[in-house]
């Protein structure tokens, strides 16, 4: 079982940045694959960014494509999210999830432990 405990969120201006950490418990981190997602107010939850149990693969929303990046250190059993020049849509709870497949998947269903998430605010 992982556990996972999302930290960085907070509120930024329009054009600034946040770096989201998820810090995982377990051993078997670094088999799992990871993903972000995000959930705004009266919205479905989005698929942001994933990342393969290695680091090689990545994935990402059209909407965040040259501005978000994703990143793990398996040493440390944690995986990061930058985001930079960040809109007001932005605004969501983000969440960190771990699918056991290992891959970077985009669909929700694959992954099967979640944060609590923490959330992110961008004024404009």
């Known amino acids: 079982q992982v556990q996972l405990v999302e930290s960085g969120g907070g509120l930024v201006q329009a054009g600034g940045s946040l770096r989201l950490s998820c810090a995982a418990s377990?051993?078997?981190?670094?088999?799992?694959?990871m993903g972000w997602f995000r959930q705004a107010p009266g919205k479905e939850r989005e698929f942001v960014a994933a990342i393969s149990w290695n680091g090689i693969s990545t994935s990402y929303v059209d909407s965040v494509k040259g501005r978000f990046t994703i990143s793990r250190d398996n040493a440390n059993n944690t995986v990061y999210l930058q985001m930079n020049s960040l809109k007001p849509e932005d605004t969501a709870v983000y969440y960190c999830?771990?699918?056991?497949?290992?891959?970077?998947?985009?669909?929700?269903?694959?992954?099967?432990?979640w944060g609590q998430g923490t959330q992110v605010t961008v004024s404009s």
């Open positions: 377990g051993r078997t981190f670094s088999r799992y694959g």
């Open positions: 999830a771990a699918n056991s497949v290992g891959y970077a998947h985009s669909d929700s269903d694959a992954y099967l432990y």
